[in-house]
Nanobody, 115 residues
Framework: QVRLVESGGGLVQAGGSLRLSCAAS????????MGWYRQRPGHQREVVAIHVSGGTIYYGESAKGRFAISRGDVKNTVHLQMNSLKSEDTAVYLC?????????WGQGTQVTVSS
């Protein structure tokens, strides 16, 4: 079992920045990937960014050029630096961790971008 706790969401004006963090606990020795998805009202859940343990990084189209994912100094953490935020980035951002073929999700953190 892996437990995920997100932090860093909040309210920001358009053009501003936020940094999200996610910390995993439990069976973290077998994490193969960590990343972020988001759920916008009226939309399907979409990938934002994924960091695979070997170093490969994948960004969703909405994140390219504006967001950056990184693993923390502590191996079981992942961060998402979000810059140039737009109103359409308003969503619940959920942390994902993959371990032994199982996906684990955090409860999410709300990001609201005011225009």
């Amino acid at each position: 079992q892996v437990r995920l706790v997100e932090s860093g969401g909040g309210l920001v004006q358009a053009g501003g920045s936020l940094r999200l963090s996610c910390a995993a606990s439990g069976s973290v020795f077998s994490l193969s990937a960590m990343g972020w998805y988001r759920q916008r009202p009226g939309h399907q859940r979409e990938v934002v960014a994924i960091h695979v343990s070997g170093g490969t990084i994948y960004y969703g189209e909405s994140a390219k050029g504006r967001f950056a994912i990184s693993r923390g100094d502590v191996k079981n953490t992942v961060h998402l630096q979000m810059n140039s935020l737009k109103s359409e980035d308003t969503a619940v951002y959920l942390c994902l961790a993959q371990s032994n073929g199982t996906d684990y999700w955090g409860q999410g953190t709300q990001v609201t971008v005011s225009s």
